[in-house]
């Protein structure tokens, strides 16, 4: 299978309160279970929260999402999702890196994130950026239907 070709206009725009809908709209695309749109609104009306989307495209749409938080000196990826069409085109990688450099600005010295750990790509693209296995949660990851899946925590030093 051929790698589609990277893309050369992504615009990483930051996410106000106002973004809970369409978090919560990418995000049951990606994720089963959601997360809805008042736990996005909770999430991003923390002060420390991270948000940001990726826009690409003729016309321009939104093509991905991370959401994270920053605690003192230590931020946190909550999840990340690129739409399946734009997939393997670099707005996963591009979504990391710009919310480690928001992180960084803000005087986070770590960021960590809790991946499944059967998500092979997710891990393959964290590991690329540097990040380092630090644990495992045995059974983290409860959903219906399915036997639970171990978290494997990752974490980068910015
Ligand atoms: C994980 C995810 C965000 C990656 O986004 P993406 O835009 O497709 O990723 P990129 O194109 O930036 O790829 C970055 C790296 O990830 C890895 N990768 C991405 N897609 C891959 C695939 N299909 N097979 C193998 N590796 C892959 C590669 O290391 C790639 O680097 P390379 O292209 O230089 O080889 C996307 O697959 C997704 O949304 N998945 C569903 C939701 C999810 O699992 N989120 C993560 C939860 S922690």
């Not at 749409?61 to 994270?68: N, Q, S, V």
């Not at 979504?95 to 393959?124: D, F, P, Q, S, T």
């Not at 964290?126 to 171990?150: C, Q, T």
Request: charged share 25%; aromatic share 6%.
């Amino acid at each position: 299978m051929t790698t589609p070709p990277r893309l050369k206009h992504v615009s990483i725009l930051w996410v106000g309160t106002d973004g809970a809908e369409e978090l919560a709209r990418l995000h049951a695309r990606l994720f089963s279970p959601a997360w809805d749109m008042a736990s996005f609104k909770l999430l991003l009306d923390h002060p420390g929260s991270i948000a940001l989307t990726a826009r690409t495209g003729e016309p321009p749409e939104t093509a991905g999402f991370i959401l994270g938080r920053l605690v003192a000196d230590e931020a946190e990826i909550l999840t990340l999702g690129v739409c399946e069409s734009w997939q393997r085109r670099g707005i996963g990688r591009q979504l990391v890196e710009a919310l480690c450099r928001a992180a960084k600005k803000a005087e986070a010295r770590r960021l960590h994130l809790e991946v499944a750990a059967g998500n092979a790509i997710a891990i393959r693209l964290y590991k690329s950026l540097g990040f380092e296995d630090i644990g495992r949660r045995k059974g983290y990851y409860e959903r219906p239907g399915a036997a639970p899946e171990d978290a494997i925590n990752l974490s980068l030093a910015l």
